[in-house]
């Protein structure tokens, strides 16, 4: 396992959003993957956009001097790398509801701002990389993807990734082993996996940046509840963006990110041993 080339950085939360706004400019898709949309629903889209700021203002008798406050925040938050963490966490859902709401098998949930492709492949068992001393209670699922006509997709990939007990993820806090805590699994002929991780802790997002000013000056909190990122993709099949989480979590009903749904919850079960068991299956829809 290989660490980052700054041992002594400590891992601050700022440092990960600016990590996530380089690696998605270095992607130059995004404006490709759209270079075919007519003027006419950019202007539409745009247009709608201003008009609902423009409502606010008229509504609320917005003063120069909160415009002000906006125009520096929004600088701001360019300037600490904050934008991929704000449309993460305030915008997102709705386009994932929106883009999966056709769906017979599962529908997913926000894919955030910490994913990284090509995650080691663990074959269709086994533990997610992690470092000896790995904090946090073990955790041992085993699950099946199946198409939503029932049958197993043998040779599906599951990639996973989530945080550390500390809240941080590899690849964007420094000073963590590269894959530490992500992995990908491929289902064996019968479409089945089983993954050894650790429990991950609730999660709370950068509070030493731009969000973090406007969270405490709207007077929210910065909490996701404890969570796992998962992709699942398998040929002639919608690739699944998904997360899970733990009952009992206090943010469940309270995500900053707004992105937890009832059939995300996990039923874990205590193993009698400081760790836990859990079942959860993936239903991927063709496409059509
Ligand atoms: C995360 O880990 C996350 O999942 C989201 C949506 C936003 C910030 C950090
Ligand atoms: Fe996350």
């Known amino acids: 396992m290989t ?3 700054h041992p002594n950085e400590v ?30 629903r950019v202007a539409t889209l745009i247009n709608e956009v201003l008009a609902g ?46 883009a999966t709401e056709h769906r017979e098998g599962n529908k997913g949930s926000i894919e955030g701002p910490y994913y990284v492709p090509n995650a080691p492949d663990q074959g269709s068992k ?6 000896e001393d790995e904090k946090g209670d073990p955790l041992l699922w085993n699950g099946q993807v199946r198409s939503c006509d029932g049958t197993p997709l043998a040779g599906a990939k599951v990639e996973l990734w989530h945080a550390d007990d500390d809240g941080y993820y590899s690849q964007f806090a420094p000073g963590i082993p590269e894959w530490n805590l992500r992995a990908t699994f491929t289902t064996d002929d019968q479409g089945n996996f089983e993954i050894t991780t650790i429990r991950p ?16 000056a709207a007077g929210w909190h ?14 002639g099949h919608e690739q699944l963006t ?14 900053v990110a707004s992105a937890v749904k009832p059939e995300l919850i996990l039923d874990p079960q205590d193993n ?9 299956d993936f239903v991927l829809d063709p496409v059509k």
């Open 126 to 131: 086994g533990a997610v990389p992690m470092r």
């Open 3 to 5: 660490t980052t080339e």
């Open 53 to 98: 700021v423009h409502d606010t203002i008229r509504k609320h008798k917005v003063t120069y001097d909160e415009y002000n406050a906006l125009k520096a925040w929004l600088i701001n938050v360019g300037e600490d790398g904050e934008w991929p963490l704000f449309l993460d966490v305030w915008v997102e859902h709705v386009v994932e509801d929106v």
């Open 11 to 40: 891992a601050t939360a700022a440092a990960s959003g600016a990590s996530a706004t380089e690696r998605f400019h270095a992607d130059k898709s995004p404006f490709e993957a759209v270079k075919d949309t007519p003027p006419e």
């Open 272 to 280: 009698g041993k400081g760790g836990y068991t859990v079942a959860y």
């Open 201 to 216: 802790a609730p999660y709370m997002i950068p509070t030493d940046g731009s969000c973090g000013k406007m969270i405490s």
């Open 222 to 235: 910065p909490w996701r509840p404890a969570h796992l990122h998962l992709k699942v993709s398998a040929p």
């Open 242 to 255: 998904a997360q899970l989480y733990f009952p009992g979590d206090a943010h469940n009903d309270d995500d």
